[in-house]
């Protein structure tokens, strides 16, 4: 009859319909997929697994925290603008914040290394100086203008021209092959000779250069 069904084609449709069914149920909703306007919210705990590696292009906003588990390795291969602090904790801590690194007992800041302790060092530059502090003692280096070291009212100079050393009331500087006394200056244990062996004019206790060189004392 030419209203009779034509069963091929029933069946041809049904198995189009399996396979569109089948297709539906066993796809990967997200495989493929772009989301060009409105959001993606993902709401579960690991909601989001990445097997394998995950590319941006532009920029990834967290508000919360970055937990690397693993291998722990965060590596970075151009500039961290850093705005805040960032503290490491491993058997100690490194603390950047300020400007200035904190670690364990040393701090480095612009210019400055402080090493703590019982006897603090400082490490510093000064006026296009650099100077270096131990407890109350401070060396500083001028280049080529020598260094300076100072201790209460002691001072060491070493510079292009002398070698000197002060005190209150007195120096002693070493100067074109001459060593120089600015002060009252005592000399002990000196080789000694007789006054009748002296050259004229000595007295107990007066000290005079030999033919030698060498500092002597008058005795009796």
Do not use: C
């Amino acid at each position: 009859m030419a209203n009779d069904p034509r069963y091929d084609l029933v069946w041809e449709r049904l198995a189009e319909l399996k396979d569109l069914v089948h297709q539906l149920l066993t796809q990967a909703p997200i495989g493929y997929s772009t989301v060009t306007e409105g959001n993606f919210d993902i709401m579960s705990d690991e909601g989001l697994r990445v097997f394998g590696s995950e590319l941006i292009v532009g920029l990834l906003d967290v508000i919360g925290r970055v937990r690397i588990a693993g291998l722990g390795i965060l590596e970075v291969q151009n500039l961290i603008d850093l705005f805040g602090s960032m503290i490491v904790r491993a058997g100690g801590s490194i603390t950047i914040q300020d400007g200035a690194l904190n670690a364990a007992n040393v701090t480095i800041e612009e210019n400055k290394i402080t090493i703590g302790g019982a006897s603090p060092i400082v490490i510093e530059s000064v006026g296009g100086q650099a100077r270096i502090t131990v407890g109350g003692a401070t060396l500083t280096a001028e280049g080529e203008f020598g260094a300076i070291l100072e201790l209460g009212s002691f001072r060491v100079i070493v510079n292009g021209v002398e070698a000197s050393l002060s005190a209150p009331g007195v120096k002693v500087a070493t100067r074109d092959g001459e060593v120089i006394v600015d002060g009252p200056a005592r000399f002990t244990n000196l080789p000694t000779t007789p006054i009748g062996d002296a050259p004229g004019g000595s007295f107990l206790g007066a000290a005079f250069w030999d033919a030698s060189n060498v500092l002597r004392k008058v005795i009796p």
